[in-house]
């Protein structure tokens, strides 16, 4: 089996997907994506294809030294998240071969089912209770939202009441027995997230996630050493190494992005890094359906998994949602907050490949805001 084409397609809200063809007739589907920069990696997917086209997608392990090593500049957001996309496929080409799902390539399944989180609330959120309370009725045991807004450089006492009356309300209304999570977002300085954490502390959330901006993860340590709060963090994380400085600070939950960090290959390993430091995987993922599949044939064969982020009626989704471009909606069906395990080949997606073709044709050029201060810097979004 050879690989004889590789394309990309530009899809809304803000995705992009790649679609590896074999002279066998089999196809793998990816999501090499850096949100707000998919052109970027849309070009650095068509580099690395230049090695792909003509070899074995069977050899995913070489393939994934090559596309990381074989270049003498490595690493980084882009890079990573086009390897990435391109490793789900060959994980995908590799299960619809083999007629099994990655889960069962990996080792086997370890659970049946996986718990997902949903998101309540957008950048600013308000109407806390009705949103929550959603969630709850449709099942879900978990819920996430932003900690706040802009946030000043140093936070009022005002802001810092508003972020606890957030948590106060979501305690109350999912009650002792359900979780919620705190996103921080990289918007508070470390010295702010530390009163943020100490002050959320009593309402028992799930973890708190990235109090500080990746940049900033040497002062790691102090934060963690100085609540008992898991602290959560590594969208902005790309790889095996870059994880480890977080692991030896005291992180308590693992959220490589499974279209950032390297894909199925390198995730696998993120978390076996993880479970090495007795640390949970929690996959960041507000992204496409190839990606969250690519995320739940990790947790299905990941012992430390703990919970599973989607982005079903994510705030800044308005112009296709994760259903869009799939055939079959089962895999990404919640029943009582969680995903079943099925025993669908490769990745156990099936997609659209005409809306996908549609799509691309009026591609999106998403970007995510620009925020400034009200004295006029630059805020972090
Ligand atoms: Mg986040």
């Known amino acids: 089996m050879k690989i004889t084409r590789i394309e990309t397609f530009l899809v809304p809200p803000r995705w992009l997907f790649c679609r590896v063809e074999t002279d066998d007739g089999v196809v793998g589907w990816g999501e090499p994506v850096v949100e707000g920069r998919a052109e970027v990696v849309r070009a650095a997917v068509e580099v690395l294809s230049e090695y792909l086209v ?17 270049g003498f500049y490595r690493g980084g957001p882009v890079l990573s998240s086009a390897v990435a996309g391109l490793d789900q496929a060959l994980w995908d080409i590799a299960g619809k071969h083999y007629g099994a799902p990655v889960h069962a390539l990996l080792g086997g399944p370890v659970r049946d089912r996986v718990r997902v989180y949903a998101w309540v609330g957008g950048d600013d959120p308000g109407e806390l209770r009705e949103m929550i309370g959603e969630q709850v009725e449709a099942g879900f045991t978990a819920v996430k939202m932003n900690g706040s807004g802009r946030m000043d450089r140093s936070i009022s006492a005002g802001g810092l009441a508003s972020i606890v009356g957030r948590a106060e309300v979501a305690r109350s209304v999912l009650g002792p027995d359900r979780d919620f999570a705190i996103d921080l977002h990289g918007r ?16 028992h959330p799930l973890f708190v996630e990235e109090p500080l901006a990746p940049e900033y993860l040497h002062r790691l340590g ?22 480890l400085p977080a692991l030896t600070s005291g992180l308590a939950v693992a959220q490589p992005d499974l279209s950032h960090a390297g894909g199925i290959s390198e995730v696998r390993r993120i978390a076996t890094l993880a479970e090495t430091f007795d640390v949970q995987l929690a996959p960041h993922c507000p992204l496409g359906p190839i990606a969250l599949a690519a995320s739940l044939q990790i947790a299905f064969a990941t012992p430390n998994f703990l919970i599973q982020e989607q982005s079903a009626g994510i705030h800044y989704h308005r112009d296709a949602g994760l259903l869009d471009y799939v055939i079959d909606p089962a895999p990404f069906t919640f029943v009582e907050g969680h995903a079943r395990r099925t025993a669908l080949p490769g990745l156990g997606v099936t997609v659209d490949e005409h809306a996908v073709r ?13 925020w400034r201060h009200d004295d006029g810097s630059v805020a972090e979004w």
């Open 54 to 70: 003509g070899r074995d997608p069977l050899r995913i392990e070489d393939h994934w030294q090559v596309l990381t090593k074989g």
């Open 188 to 203: 508070a300085t470390a010295a702010n997230a530390r009163r943020i954490v100490a002050a959320v502390a009593g309402l």
């Open 222 to 243: 102090e934060l963690t050493g100085a609540t008992e709060v898991p602290i959560a963090l590594g969208e902005r994380l790309y790889s095996r190494s870059d994880f």
């Open 358 to 370: 549609q799509a691309d044709k009026r591609p999106h050029g998403w970007r995510n805001p620009l």
